[in-house]
């Protein structure tokens, strides 16, 4: 069964500094992953997602994530935070009877200026 | 124009009362989905459901059940309510549910409260 893992349930970073929020996943075929962010009182957006073409995916706001089959990984990074990064975000790996999407527990991203 | 939409934003009611979720997407999507997210923010798939198929997550209670008038819309019905239905519920739809990379999107979500 597909699962996902996300390491550290709060990540806080300074303006400028690298974001990295960790994700491994679990999956008995090749997976398709997904970064959702979650800002207040709000729904999910798509950051990326990874459907087995290029392996380094980039998104929207200046963020990328690499697939590491080795490393059953898929970590979501952003060079230079911005204040506006604060939000909480969620790996997800479509289960294998592609129905549903299984998400992480989420991390949630504080930026200190 | 809002691409998924869900009313109402918030839902305040007793337990024991019968209650309704409206969601309904404008994208031309097959497929629609409910999730809810709990107080810790964990999410987890309800319902997936196009105009073929329903299927239900196994640990959902069969007081909850979605009702689809037409391919636009996916309504959540929940009868009898407890105080942890007490949640977030997120509706969603995809394309047509069956490509493994096809992007779900959201609606903003009903933040349930039973008293």
């Known amino acids: 069964a597909q699962s996902v893992t996300q390491l550290g349930s709060h990540v806080s970073v300074s303006e400028g500094a690298l974001v990295l929020l960790r994700c491994n996943y679990s999956?008995?075929?090749?997976?398709?992953l997904f970064w959702y962010v979650q800002y207040p009182n709000q729904g999910l957006q798509l950051l990326l997602k990874?459907?087995?073409?290029?392996?380094l995916v980039k998104g929207i706001n200046g963020f990328e994530a690499e697939f590491k089959k080795s490393e059953t990984s898929f970590h979501l990074t952003k060079p230079s935070a911005h204040m506006s990064d604060a939000a909480e975000y969620f790996c997800?790996?479509?289960?294998?009877?592609?129905?549903?999407?299984?998400f992480g527990k989420g991390t949630t991203l504080s930026v200190s200026s | 124009d809002t691409a998924v939409s869900q009313t109402p934003k918030y839902l305040v009611t007793q337990m024991g009362n019968d209650k309704s979720i409206k969601c309904e997407q404008n994208?031309?999507?097959?497929?629609m989905y409910w999730y809810k997210q709990d107080s810790k923010k964990f999410l987890k798939i309800m319902f997936s459901?196009?105009?073929?198929?329903?299927?239900i997550n196994e640990t959902v209670p069969n007081r909850f059940s979605p009702k689809s008038p037409d391919k636009a819309h996916l309504n959540l019905h929940i009868n009898s309510l407890e105080l942890g239905d007490s949640a977030v519920y997120f509706c969603?739809?995809?394309?047509?549910?069956?490509?493994?990379?096809?992007?779900?999107?959201f609606g903003p979500g009903t933040r349930l409260l039973v008293l």
């Open positions: 994208l031309g999507h097959d497929t």
């Open positions: 969603a739809s995809s394309q047509d549910g069956t490509s493994g990379g096809e992007t779900q999107y």
């Open positions: 997800a790996v479509r289960n294998q009877a592609g129905t549903a999407l299984i």
């Open positions: 999956s008995s075929v090749p997976p398709y």
């Open positions: 990874y459907t087995s073409a290029a392996t």
């Open positions: 459901y196009n105009n073929k198929e329903l299927i």
